[in-house]
């Protein structure tokens, strides 16, 4: 399935660009960027969970954002 993964992390403080960097570690390795916060993955479905639990634990729930949509 194709995923499309869009993030926005806040980097005002160095644990922010920490959070940006693994982030943007993360998506690098496992899709292309098509814009600087917006990435395209082929995963399947034991990928696709994987991927959402780890960028979920990753950011700062009140800082940071992350969305996986779902192309199929």
């Given at each position: 399935?194709l995923?499309?993964?869009?993030?926005d992390?806040?980097?005002?403080d160095?644990?922010?660009?920490?959070r940006?960097r693994?982030?943007a570690?993360?998506?690098?390795?496992h899709?292309?960027?098509?814009q600087d916060s917006?990435f395209?993955?082929?995963v399947?479905?034991?990928q696709?969970?994987?991927?959402?639990?780890y960028?979920?634990?990753?950011?700062?729930?009140?800082?940071?954002?992350?969305?996986?949509?779902?192309?199929?």
């Amino acid at each position: 399935m194709l995923v499309v993964v869009v993030y926005d992390v806040s980097t005002t403080d160095p644990a922010g660009q920490r959070r940006l960097r693994k982030v943007a570690k993360y998506c690098v390795a496992h899709g292309m960027r098509v814009q600087d916060s917006v990435f395209e993955c082929s995963v399947d479905n034991a990928q696709y969970i994987e991927m959402k639990h780890y960028l979920e634990q990753m950011i700062d729930g009140t800082k940071d954002s992350v969305r996986l949509y779902n192309l199929g």
